[in-house]
């Protein structure tokens, strides 16, 4: 099993940036891909980006291509979402999970999310 915390979120202005953590533990060889997911209020969750937990491939919703940029610290075992330009459509509930190797699906399970809230 794999245990996620997330952490970073805040109230910033629009234009502002972010940085967002997703600190993982437990049985780490497990993971093939870590993602980032986000819900506003009244709408559904809807994938934001997500990383190869072993190398480099990336991937992003078209709506935050180009002002936010996934990372992992291996040595850490912490993914970061670094995201700029923040919009007030930004607003919203950001969670991690995790797609374990040889599933399709991530996780139906979810933490508890860390608040962004961009004011405009």
């Known amino acids: 099993q794999v245990h996620l915390v997330e952490s970073g979120g805040e109230l910033v202005q629009a234009g502002g940036s972010l940085r967002l953590s997703c600190a993982a533990s437990?049985?780490?060889?497990?993971?093939?891909?870590m993602g980032w997911f986000r819900q506003a209020p009244g709408k559904e969750r809807e994938f934001v980006a997500s990383?190869?937990?072993?190398?480099?491939?990336?991937n992003y919703a078209d709506s935050v291509q180009d002002r936010f940029t996934i990372s992992r610290d291996g040595a850490k075992d912490t993914v970061y979402l670094q995201m700029n330009s923040l919009k007030p459509e930004d607003t919203a509930v950001y969670y991690c999970?995790?797609?374990?190797?040889?599933?399709?699906?991530?996780?139906?399970?979810w933490g508890q999310g860390t608040q962004v809230t961009v004011s405009s």
């Open positions: 990383i190869r937990w072993a190398g480099t491939g990336t």
């Open positions: 999970n995790y797609k374990p190797r040889g599933e399709i699906n991530y996780l139906s399970a």
């Open positions: 437990g049985r780490l060889g497990t993971i093939y891909e």
